[in-house]
Structure formats: C-alpha cells, structure tokens
C-alpha cells in the first residue's frame, strides 16, 4: 500500500512539472512576430512570420490590405542584404504553401507590399484553429539565386 501511494505521488509530481496535458498558452501578435523564421545565406537574410490577422492592429491591417478575422493567418517574407543597421530590401519571387495537420496543402498566393524603401511580401490562408501549420517557401531572387525554408506554427482558438 505504502509503495502504490509513493508511485501515486511521483506520477502526480512529474505531471504536475511538465504541464501536465495543458496546451501551450496562445501567443499574443507580438510575440508571434518575434518568433520569425529566419535564413541567412551570405549577406542575404530572408525573414519569415507567420501572424493571425485578428492580432493586427485595424491600421496595419489596412495597410496590408488584410482583412482581420480569427481564422486566417497572414505571411509576411522579406528578403534583405546587407548588416542590420543598413539592409536593403531585394526584389524576389515568393512561391509558399501551407499543410496543416491533416496532411492539407494550400498554396499562398504571395504579393508585393510597399512601404516607402522597404519591399516584403505578404499572403493569407484560412485555417481552423487549434491546429500546427508548416510553411514551405522558396524565394528566387534576381539573377536567380534561389532559396528555400520550412517552418511550422502552432495556432490556438482567441
């Protein structure tokens, strides 16, 4: 009895250190910023995010000419040369896709966006929360160098 009420707490102990079965706590828009996928390839650096639009602020969002909605999440890529303190954006050919937990593969239609010098590239997909999201793209840049990354993303109901 004695030995079944000490394996009894260890069990509980060790769940209660790992979390137990509780998901990871949703990430606010910011934070999600800050957990971009990045590339380096010599002194070209390629930044990836991948952000719910209901966490983008309505002037952002109409800036981008996204929508908000709790379902669909935007990504957002730049290409930059050059150290931190002076990158400068290159211009690129962005193909991405998303497959989401089922296996799904959806393509990402990926746009320009503008502002003042700096040139990213942005594009939307509907998923259905709770659900992990990998994104695969290749960027082609002029001269045509090309470049590939994957990540995935975690995405919880708001």
């Known amino acids: 009895m004695r030995h079944a009420l000490a394996l009894s707490l260890m069990c509980a102990a060790t769940l209660v250190a790992c979390g137990g079965n509780a998901p990871p706590a949703p990430s606010s828009g910011s934070a999600a910023a800050s957990q971009e996928a990045v590339s380096r390839i010599g002194d ?7 952000i719910p639009t209901a966490t983008l602020s309505e002037q952002i969002a109409t800036q981008y000419g996204i929508a908000r ?3 669909t999440v935007m990504l957002l890529i730049g290409v930059r040369q ?13 193909t991405a896709t998303a497959t989401d937990l089922r296996g799904r593969q959806h393509p990402i239609e990926m746009r320009e966006l503008r502002s003042g010098d700096l040139l990213d590239y942005v594009g939307t997909i509907d998923i259905s929360p709770p659900d992990t999201v990998r994104f695969d793209a290749t960027v082609v840049r002029e001269g045509g ?13 708001r």
Do not use: K
């Not at 303190?85 to 962005?94: D, F, G, M, N, Y």
């Open 44 to 50: 070209v650096t390629i930044r990836a995010s991948a």
């Open 145 to 157: 160098a090309t470049s590939q990354m994957q990540f995935t993303r975690d995405f919880y109901p």
């Open 82 to 94: 050059g150290s931190d303190a002076q990158e400068t954006a290159l211009p690129a050919r962005i």
């Open 69 to 71: 909605a709790d379902n």
